[in-house]
Nanobody, 118 residues
């Protein structure tokens, strides 16, 4: 019954911008649960990009600091990733994630492809 639906990926030139969206069904979209964005490039492991921790703060991987911003709208049950000044190395499949604290479980979206050309 829990479902995460992502959108917003696409092909952009270096220096461009994209906004990714993740609509979360059910009751797990809560400040009690950590949630964020991960990405996976070909030949590389899935890595954290940005997240809200259960401590109610945000964290970013060093390579995106100052360029990416994570947002969420509790009225819409939607999490966003605003990506500016995109670089070719940002290319990959981006996944949204919610970690449900009370269940100790992770839920993932289907992924959305981001391709940045030079």
């Amino acid at each position: 019954q829990v479902q995460l639906v992502e959108s917003g990926g696409g092909l952009v030139q270096a220096g461009g911008s994209l906004r990714l969206s993740c609509v979360v069904s059910g009751t797990i979209f809560s400040i009690n649960n950590a949630m964020g964005w991960y990405r996976e490039a070909p030949g590389k492991q899935r890595e954290l990009v940005a997240k809200f921790t259960r401590g109610y703060t945000t964290t970013y991987t060093d390579s995106v600091k100052g360029r990416f911003t994570i947002f969420r709208d509790f009225h819409k049950n939607t999490m966003y990733l605003q990506m500016n000044s995109l670089k070719p190395e940002d290319t990959g499949v981006y996944y949204c994630n919610v970690h449900v604290t009370s269940w100790g479980s992770d839920y993932w979206g289907q992924g959305t492809q981001v391709t940045v050309s030079s």
